[in-house]
């Protein structure tokens, strides 16, 4: 082979030091990577069974012969997410569906959940599915949504509804919910060989990727989604000349949408206009190498080709702006707009661009578990053997990278946030609409973002509450209309529904204090990122509206509770000893309601009094910080002292409701432990009575029947880091992997995917190996028993601090705090059960 590059010299040491007996594995990875980062613009990744090959797609450019150099390198499966099969295909494999046609698939929604590997730039989301004789992109685009603000709807009894509530999705200016986008298909001529086919993940790389070898010809694949381009890229190869024939076309639900193949252009077109007056358009760019491009009716063959690329743009009218009416632009310019400005660019610079982009998030934070990671066992077989014996923390390991590869996937600045399943939805008609549920799901969706060292990814939520706020204030007024109340208690401030929607709609059942909860995640943003700009322009005017709107509308009790109401109704105080202690002006949250458990119309449930004491405490706090209204925070700060506090039931635990009612024990929520996470005016070190009264709570609480959903174990495992039970925690997580987890690594609500649990065992992950939310950066609070050793590099800390921790048989045995900037503050930090003080360091230094 004679080689044309000198890339290939100045790395021919490298490569040799990759093969060579001597070298350990974490010094492999750095020369491969070494060697990976200095690529020319002609390359891809393809990771096999293995090892990772390179491959490319310009024969001309590299080298000369029929086969491309092999560059071996450990493929960690803490770093991927792969399948294979041998002999023992997967249903989707096994599928016999009809010939697709537009408008016409056999579309078997589970398999969709089950098998669908994800790929996602916060916009663009493509549900992968590579299959025998089909390939399928089911695509998204975040904010193509049916229905709108969904005011004034009917009920299914015929009552007049401020909400729908009944009936949420009727009309077309209902609540509705996120719509599929279409299927992109690659139909092939050749089905692949049994045994010969896999595809996977490739988490440090952003990629999903497959490799089938169909009759005597290997085709690879690789897919992502761009987001400096804004484009979904995929990409195809043959290991032999004229290897690769397909036909390409797109697939919809919706019989009044139109696909159309245009040879001139190259392109194949997909649009769509919803009854509400959303429009969308998926327009495909094919560029066929060493082969021929025939159109057909919606569709396009490709015969004998080397390669193929595809290069999608999908763009909707949506604009988050309530002013416009949510309209924007006409898709088809952007379209228009994301495809020229990517003509002349490669598959290789797509890519690139792309892994560029992606490394500098994915690569701040890295998580090693008690491995070196060479396990190449199946993810399936995996999460099998996990399911039975539990305590593998290389498995343990990919589910935290994977919760990372997916919080960078499903939310970026500039887009709407995920919903219930992120970005990714098959379905017409959605569980839930896909929809913002404020009663923690939504709040879930977004709890790593800041621990993972990914703070920009939580602007998308930030910014799409700060955009509803006027549709809200709307909706709050019409409620407090609606239930008798004065206009001037609307003044200011808003609340929300437990789902609302990208249009300010809401959907089912008011939840008052939901606002108050996302005003937390205001807070934490500046509490881990010490943005004080961000704090006095953004996040500060945010909770002091919040604040405002408490003011007007909590409620005083009298003494020994008089005044208190359940079920909307007034209760006699006299019968209930537990209230005969209220002080006179004691302040009550009305109203509400634990979570999906009831009793609705209840005054002072803890759920809402903690949440509404989190948004005081930190108001107070950011006034303070930024040096502003000192009297008006005084004032907060004094009503903060009246309200309701914290109580202790007779069986020891933290009550739910201000009457002392027997604890529930089967449901999925822990509405009442928010004040330990994901607030934290309940701990050990300051209240450790309450502390303990939580903890009985928590046992109290079974994990079998109700409480078997994904958000339910996350939850949980989070509360037991915060106690300290890192066996508890770790419980949790296998509970999670054993009841709610796919073999593709997505967390369920009994099969209906919600991927809030991904992002939520991830948190608790985390809170397990670093906690800062008491002031105190505490290492390894609570570490899983099988965790023995490993380390952690880049773990955030609040104050803009990340963290470096290594351990051996559950004791720190490194660390080191490193800040942004250079700083002479000292922090302190709990090490082995000892405090230390510190000075951050930057990198640099």
């Excluded at 020891?652 to 607030?679: C, K, Q, Y």
């Excluded at 397990?768 to 950066?777: D, P, W």
């Amino acid at each position: 082979m004679t080689y044309k590059n000198d890339w290939i010299i100045r790395h021919t040491l490298l490569i040799a030091a990759l093969a060579s007996a001597t070298v350990t594995v974490q010094a492999r990875q750095r020369i491969a990577d070494r060697v990976w980062s200095d690529l020319p613009a002609f390359t891809q990744v393809i990771e096999n069974q293995n090892e990772r090959r390179l491959t490319s797609d310009r024969w001309d450019g590299l080298w000369e012969g029929d086969t491309p150099p092999r560059l071996p390198r450990v493929a960690a499966p803490s770093a991927t997410v792969k399948r294979w099969w041998q002999g023992e295909d997967s249903d989707y494999l096994n599928e016999e569906t009809a010939a697709a046609t537009a408008g016409q698939y056999s579309n078997p929604l589970r398999i969709w959940e089950q098998e669908s590997y994800l790929a996602g730039n916060g916009r663009i989301g493509a549900s992968v599915l590579h299959g025998s004789g089909r390939d399928r992109y089911a695509l998204n685009e975040v904010s193509f949504w049916s229905g709108g603000r969904n005011g004034g709807t009917i009920n299914s009894n015929g009552d007049k509804s401020f909400r729908g509530e009944n009936n949420p999705y009727v009309g077309d200016d209902g609540f509705g919910g996120a719509q599929p986008v279409g299927d992109l298909i690659v139909d092939f001529d050749t089905p692949a060989a049994r045994g010969s086919f896999l595809r996977q993940i490739i988490l440090d790389e952003g990629l999903v990727t497959s490799a089938a070898r169909r009759r005597d010809t290997l085709i690879e694949s690789t897919t992502f989604c761009s987001h400096p381009d804004q484009v979904m890229v995929i990409h195809y190869r043959a290991d032999r000349p004229q290897g690769l024939s397909a036909r390409l076309l797109f697939v919809t639900q919706r019989d009044e949408d139109t696909v159309s193949a245009c040879q001139a252009t190259r392109r194949l077109t997909l649009q769509s206009r919803l009854r509400n007056g959303m429009e969308c358009m998926a327009v495909a760019d094919i560029r066929v190498h060493g082969g021929t491009l025939t159109p057909g009716e919606g569709f396009f063959t490709v015969d004998n080709a080397d390669s193929l690329t595809i290069v999608t743009a999908i763009e909707t009218n949506y604009v988050m702006d309530h002013a416009r009416r949510f309209r924007g632009e006409s898709p088809e310019i952007k379209t228009e707009a994301r495809l020229r400005a990517v003509d002349d660019t490669g598959y290789n610079r797509l890519l690139l661009r792309h892994q560029a982009d992606y490394r500098q998030l994915y690569g701040r934070q890295e998580l090693t578990l008690n491995t070196d990671d060479t396990d190449t066992t199946p993810t399936p077989r995996r999460l099998a053997a996990y399911r039975t014996a539990g305590n593998d923390p290389a498995t343990d390991n990919l589910i935290y990278n994977f919760g990372r590869y997916l919080t960078i996937a499903s939310s970026r600045p500039g887009s709407l946030p995920g919903g219930l399943q992120g970005l990714w939805n098959a379905r017409i008609t959605a569980p839930w609409g896909n929809d913002y549920h404020s009663n923690i799901n939504f709040q879930m969706l977004y709890w790593f973002a800041e621990a993972a060292n990914l703070p920009e990814c939580h602007r998308a939520m930030l910014d799409y509450l700060r955009a509803m706020r006027e549709p809200n204030r709307i909706a709050t007024r019409e409620y407090l209309e609606a239930i008798g109340r004065k206009a001037e208690d609307a003044a200011d401030g808003w609340i929300v529904y437990t789902s609302h929607n990208p249009f300010g709609g809401h959907g089912w059942q008011v939840n008052l204090p939901g606002s108050a909860w996302y005003a937390l995640h205001f807070w934490e943003h500046f509490a881990f990122t010490s943005d004080t700009t961000y704090l006095r322009e953004e996040a500060y005017p945010v909770m002091k509206e919040l604040c405002h709107y408490w003011e007007r509308n909590l409620k005083q009790l009298g003494r020994g509770g008089q005044g208190f109401e359940s079920e909307y109704r007034p209760v006699d105080t006299s019968a209930y000893p537990e209230l005969h202690d209220i002080a006179e002006g004691t302040l009550v949250v009305p109203n509400g309601w634990s979570p999906e458990i009831g009793p609705r119309g209840e005054d002072g449930v803890a759920h809402d009094q903690q949440i509404v004491s989190q948004l005081f405490a930190n108001t107070v706090k950011a006034a303070g910080i930024l040096r502003t209204d000192s009297l008006w925070a005084a004032g907060l700060s004094e009503k903060l002292g009246r309200m309701a506090p914290p109580r202790i039931g007779a069986k020891g635990n933290l009550m739910e409701w201000m009457i002392d009612r027997e604890p529930v024990t089967d449901h999925r929520h822990t509405s009442h432990l928010f004040a330990v996470f994901p607030g934290n005016a309940i701990n050990s070190e300051s209240t450790p009575l309450l502390a303990q009264a939580a903890r009985r709570s928590l046992e109290m609480r079974l994990t079998s029947g109700d409480s078997r959903r994904a958000f339910a174990w996350a939850w949980r495992a989070c509360l037991w880091a915060r106690f300290g039970e890192g066996g508890k925690a770790h419980e949790m997580i296998e509970g999670l992997v054993r009841h709610n987890m796919l073999d593709n690594l997505l967390t369920t609500q009994n099969l209906p995917l919600q991927i809030d649990g991904n992002f939520g065992i991830a948190t608790a992950m985390h809170e397990m190996l670093l906690q800062s939310h008491s002031g105190v950066i505490q290492l390894l609070p609570a570490p899983a028993p099988g965790w023995t050793s490993g380390s952690i590099r880049g773990a955030k800390a609040r104050g803009n601090l990340e963290v470096d921790i290594s351990w051996n048989e559950g004791q720190v045995t490194r660390w080191a705090v490193y800040s942004t900037a250079p700083t002479d503050e000292t922090v302190t930090v709990k090490v082995n059960g000892l405090y230390a003080q510190t000075t951050p360091r930057t990198r640099a230094d």
